[in-house]
């Protein structure tokens, strides 16, 4: 039963603006989702124990016995460390991986390994800190991304939207609801491949790419501005601006190279229902964001919903600036919740 089990839940993200400048030390502007993932812990008295990640068909179980009696002295005591090669390769032989796999599954289960193995070793762990969840959510990040921002972790952890720059993250104060829908368009794409294309073009044409930069920075600050302007009395003129700021970006990213024919096709299904949309993350496919206007009918919106999903994209209507990593009781879920964590 769900009131036998802890239940945690986190925000999903995306960045509104900033993609690939922040790697050139530009603002990026991330906000927290209302589309969560969500935990659940539940005791057993098999001796075992279980993951079950259905999203993406990984079921495994490991004796408890046989972890507690690893040799686990790999991984360093005491604060939140980075993860070394070597210890990812011996982390391989307890998994009983193969040295090369790299597949998003594989590292999916070697990220739960390491932070069980680590918190339950640690005798500091108290799940109340925010700031000890963030640091433990940014060494998953690493062991499945290799050398992340940081970004995702923190704004799932602390939920809301914040402002990175350079390593620094700061909050914005009470940003506005803004609806978006979020759209998937299903395109495989690798992040490191296209953080280096934007590079090799920037070493290649610095005096385009590097104005490129500077605007899509100047764009991110307007944005911040624009936000924290909203959150007295949003206008429509602020909605009318918003949305010239994600054409503009959308136009800037594509000029840097990290754009793609899936992306551009949301974005003329969208224009053509009158509104605005622009990739979110590392581009060459992946998810895109469309502003949802207040003033939208609720035929208008299902009707551009209905032509994405024509495209093959999978679509979900949600809002900025959910609240971070929470606690839950079975109660408080909606029902389709907990339908779905009561079918694991």
Known sequence: MLSEVLLVSAPGKVILHGEHAVVHGKVALAVALNLRTFLRLQPHSNGKVDLNLPNIGIQ???????????????????????????????????????????????????????????????????????????????????????????????????????????????????????????????????TKALVAGVKSRLLKFPEIMAPLLTSIDAISLECERLLGEMTAAPAPEHYLVLEELIDMNQHHLNALGVGHASLDRLCQVTMAHGLHSKLTGAGGGGCGITLLRPDLERPEVEAMKQALTSCGFDCWETSIGAPGVSVHTAASLDAPVRQALDGL
């Open 60 to 190: 495994r179980a490991w004796d408890v016995a046989k972890l507690q009696m690893l040799d686990t002295s790999f991984l360093k005591q005491g604060d939140v460390t980075a993860l070394t090669p070597e210890q990812m390769e011996k982390l391989k032989e307890v998994a009983g991986f193969p040295e090369d796999c790299a597949d998003h599954e594989h590292l999916a289960v070697l990220s739960f390994l390491y932070l069980y193995l680590s918190i339950c070793q640690s005798q500091r762990w108290t799940e109340e800190s925010l700031e000890l969840i963030n640091k433990w959510a940014f060494q998953g990040e690493r062991v499945i991304h290799g050398n992340p921002s940081g970004v995702d972790n923190a704004v799932s952890t602390w939920g809301g939207a914040l402002r990175y720059q350079q390593g620094k993250i700061s909050s914005l104060k009470r940003p506005p609801a803004l609806k978006i829908l979020l759209t998937n368009t299903k395109v495989p794409r690798s």
